[in-house]
């Protein structure tokens, strides 16, 4: 697959994209003990759980503005390296007050470091704020309060991830109501750890614009043709399925029955360096791997700027720079 070929992602978490020699610089600049979660230059964990606990403590490295800012530039620098000219970001205000900053302070430093990117790329992108679902209602309410009223321009939609076994969508309601109320777009991780199940509370309850991940969606044929009947997007992540083991390996992932059965996919990484992945090997996978098409896999980029959480000015930007690039 080249690298020429423009792409868009729709799913990566900050804090998850993190470089393993970055975090290991910070640890020792601020004299953290990261010896049970990161050694010989890889991050250490071997299922969902220690992997929530692994990322938790990456992320707690991260101390100053410049950290997050860096952070953010240095991964969007990156993937316009290799023809992206989108990307969401997930971002999560309380990392920033774990690490003694104020929630503006984050904020103000990942728009700082998205902007650097872009002047130098021309790589546009968003923030999606996360609420961690593992801390309770209400934490993920204060996220959608402080998403509700903050003023960051490039803070367009809210999101829950964290640890899916915990609770019920239903107990999350209210935090999508109060970013929905605030005009923010939805999206929320589901059918990942959790089966059909899950995706159809997400569904029912928050009506999402799309979903994270939402693969084991395959597991119920209906629900497969009501994603596709009400065209929600699902942000697809396939190296992080099987890193996680939500599927064995790559021919039992379900991306083509999926994408046959009419539901709108997207091609993304997550948590790229904890899942050993880019976007560039994502995309690889789907080609040479999963079996799409070169003209499949543009189709999956447009899907992905169409459910972009932008305006329509620079969707339609986007989109042009789509087909003329690719064409
Ligand atoms: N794959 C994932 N699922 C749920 N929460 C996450 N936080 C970071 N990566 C995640
Ligand atoms: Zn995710």
Redesign the pocket.
Known sequence: MSEKRLKAELHC?I??AAPPQLAARLAIKYGVDLSDYLRDGQYVWND?SS??AC?AAIANVFRAEEDFADLAEAYLTELAGYGTIYSEL?VSPEQGLLAGLSRDGYMRAITAGIEAAKANTGIECRMVM?G??HMGPEQVEGAAAYAAACDFPLLTGFNI????RHGRVADFARGFDIARDAGLKLTI?AG??CGAFSVRDALDIVRPDRI??GVRAVEDRELVNRIADVGTVLEV?PG?NIA?SVYPDFSAHPLRRLYDAGVKVTLNS??PP?FHTTLQREYDLAEGVLGFSGSEIDEMTRTAINAAFVDEATRAQLLARLENGNG
């Open positions: 978490h804090e998850g969902f992997f929530i990322y997930f996360i961690e679902r991830a964290g640890e899916e991780h990942e750890v994270g991940h992540c992080s996680l997550d948590d904890f």
